[in-house]
Every structure is written in structure tokens, then in C-alpha cells.
């Protein structure tokens, strides 16, 4: 029997479904959490979950961290707080680091950072054979410059498991749901809204709380739309994924810092009708532009220009592309897809030609 251990800070819906799916497979798993989840976390609804296979690192002494994690065919080293479980590891013979990434913002450190994590790859844990699931694309771009052999380099992310919900009818509501954070753009989203009253005399929702909603509101009031919005604070996730099938565009407008942003997997299992931020490190691994979504590259400029075009679309048009959302989760990316792959990459090191744990390419 294959035993795998995967070591991140806490689990969290957004994890649970792959390996809750993971554990059918004939193994002995382990989530080893590292922390709890913070008081933040728990305003968005975020709850500590509980299931057989987790365990927390502080429950053991280093000894017995050394011994648990040295016996497993494969370690998998996502969001540690732990700093033990680094020296613990330097035994073992097979690791797959599952990160979204580093270095989300320019600093004059950066270069720091790149050292410690050559170091950590070719020096600390050298006797380790090691892989990279990446949890967004631009994990991808960062394991290519720590080093990593290319075809050790694997596309995975974030697989909640989520009901398909089919679109029989198209309107131009918009939805936008995130902390109110600067990199993810929640100005994007109110111009995107306020494009699409003047276009469609629509329907809009803002989903979210945090250091920059005074500002999304000042931003808005500007406009001159603030009250043709409907605000909300943090919705619980069935509240979220209900708002999403009543309104019908999904505004995903983070930058390049947005590590990968699972609203994005939902809103496709919704059949949205998606204008997602070319930056955001989802975004190309799940969008197809014009089939399954649009992209824009990340500009106020060009937000617009997308939001005109879709505007224009017959409904059927519009529809088809519903459906290909669906698909996107239905058919790929989904819990049972990728635990199955996960599995198998595992036991027997079998890769994909897309999708979950095929390699990954610069695009």
C-alpha cells in the first residue's frame, strides 16, 4: 500500500474534496496540518474541519515527525508554519512541493528568497528525488528558475468538489466576490459594473470586506453607481455559489499576486459567463478565451473592450459558452479527476497530456 503525506498549514474546503476523494484509493494518507485557521479566515467562513486522516504536527515531538514522514513512498510539502518539518524531511526519498507562489510582489529581498529555496531544493534536501505540483501557473515559472528538472514540473491546483449547475437562460448581472485587497482589483470589477449598467441597464453584486472597501465605495460613488450595486460582506460558500447562478457574468479581476483563486472554479461549475484577468495564476490554466470565458490582460482599457463584446454576443452564443464552463470542471477539472491522477502520478509516475498532472509548459 502506498503511504502519502501532505503537509500544509490547515485544511480547508477548497482541499478537502480532493483528498476526501484521494483516500478511496488503495493508501494509508495522512494531512498533516501545521496551524489553525486564522480569525481572518474565519470571517470569510472558513471552519476547522475534521476528518480521520488529519492530524496536527504539534500533536508530535520531532522524533516522531522524522520517523512518520522518512516511512512514506511520498511527501507533499504545500503552505508550512512548522519549521521542523524542513529537518524532519532530510531523509526522505521522494517530495512534490505544491505552492502557488513566492515572490507575489517585487521586493528588494527577492533575491533572497530564490537562494533559500535553491538551497532548500539542491543542498538541504538533497537526497530527496523532487517534484513540483503547482497550484498556479506561476509556481510553474518560479520551479523552472529554482532549478527543477522540466519534466518534474506538474500543472495540478485546487479541486473543491462542486455540483454542475447548467444555464437554460443568459442576463448581464455581474458578481464580483473577494476580500477587498488592492491585487484584486475590486476598482477592475466597479468599472466592469458600471460599464455593464450603461450597456444593459443591469444588475450588479459585490461580494466582499476587507482594507479597501471604503475605497471600492468611494471608487464607486465616483462613477456615479454605488447605489445600482448591491453590497454584501463575506457570504457563506452556499450563499456565494447561489448568488452565482443568479447572476450570470463572474468579474475575475486579481493580478498577478492572486496565487491561483478557486472563486474562479466555482463560478465555471455555475456556468458563468467569465471576464478573467490574464494575470490572475488561474486564470491560464482554466480560460480559454472566447470557449470557456473571456480574458483581458489585466487594463481598465481593455476590461471594457471585453465587457462590449460580450455584451453584443447572441444569447446562444453566449450559452454554448455557459456549457463550456461546465465542461471545464465536469470533464477536468474536478476533485475526482485529480485525485485519481494524483494517485497514479504517485504509485506508478504516469503524467497527462493536459489537464490535472500533465507537464507543465510556459504559455
Known amino acids: 500500500m502506498e503511504k502519502v503525506i501532505f503537509v500544509s498549514d490547515y485544511p480547508n ?39 480521520p486522516y488529519i492530524k ?18 511520498s511527501v507533499i510539502l504545500g503552505h508550512i508554519s512548522d519549521k521542523r518539518i524542513y529537518k524532519a524531511c532530510k531523509k526522505v526519498k521522494r517530495i512534490y512541493f505544491n505552492n502557488e507562489h513566492f515572490l507575489k510582489k ?47 514540473i506538474f500543472n495540478f491546483g485546487y479541486f473543491p468538489a462542486l455540483e454542475i449547475k447548467e444555464r437554460t437562460s443568459i442576463n448581464f448581472n455581474a458578481i464580483f466576490s473577494g476580500r477587498c485587497l488592492d491585487w484584486k482589483r475590486p476598482d ?76 474562479l472554479n466555482e463560478a465555471l461549475s455555475r456556468g458563468n459567463i467569465v471576464i478573467a484577468n490574464r494575470k490572475a495564476g488561474s486564470t491560464k490554466t482554466l480560460i480559454k478565451d472566447g470557449v470557456n470565458g473571456f480574458i483581458f490582460n489585466g487594463t481598465k482599457r481593455d476590461l471594457l473592450k471585453v465587457i462590449t463584446v460580450v455584451t453584443k454576443l447572441e444569447n446562444d452564443k453566449l450559452l454554448n459558452i455557459s456549457k463550456e464552463a461546465n465542461k471545464t470542471i465536469s470533464d477536468l477539472y474536478n476533485n475526482k479527476i485529480a485525485a485519481s491522477r494524483l494517485f497514479n502520478l504517485l504509485s506508478t509516475g504516469k503524467t497527462y497530456e493536459s489537464g490535472p498532472v500533465s507537464i507543465w509548459n510556459a504559455k
Open 13 to 51: 474546503f477548497h482541499q478537502l474534496g480532493l483528498w476526501d476523494e484521494f483516500v478511496k484509493n488503495d493508501v494509508d494518507f495522512i494531512f498533516l496540518a501545521t496551524d489553525h485557521i486564522s480569525e481572518e479566515r474565519k470571517k470569510m467562513h472558513y471552519e476547522e474541519l475534521t476528518r
Open 188 to 263: 477592475l470589477a466597479i468599472d466592469g459594473m458600471n460599464a455593464l449598467i450603461k450597456l444593459t441597464n443591469n444588475k450588479n453584486i459585490f461580494v466582499g470586506e476587507g482594507p479597501y472597501l471604503d475605497e471600492s465605495h468611494k471608487h464607486a460613488k465616483k462613477l456615479g453607481c454605488e447605489s445600482k450595486i448591491k453590497w454584501h460582506n463575506f457570504l457563506s460558500h452556499d450563499e456565494l455559489l447561489k448568488e452565482m447562478e443568479s447572476n450570470c457574468i463572474y468579474l475575475f479581476t486579481s493580478n498577478h499576486q492572486e496565487g491561483w483563486g478557486v472563486v
Open 106 to 152: 517585487w521586493k528588494p529581498t527577492n533575491f533572497l528568497v530564490y537562494l533559500k529555496r535553491i538551497y532548500l531544493l539542491h543542498f538541504y534536501l538533497r537526497k530527496a528525488e523532487k517534484f513540483a505540483l503547482c497550484n498556479s501557473y506561476y509556481a510553474g515559472v518560479e520551479y523552472r528558475r529554482f532549478l527543477l528538472k522540466k519534466d518534474h
Open 56 to 73: 496536527q504536527s504539534s500533536d508530535y515531538s520531532f522524533d516522531q515527525l522524522k520517523e512518520m514522514l522518512t516511512s512514506a513512498n
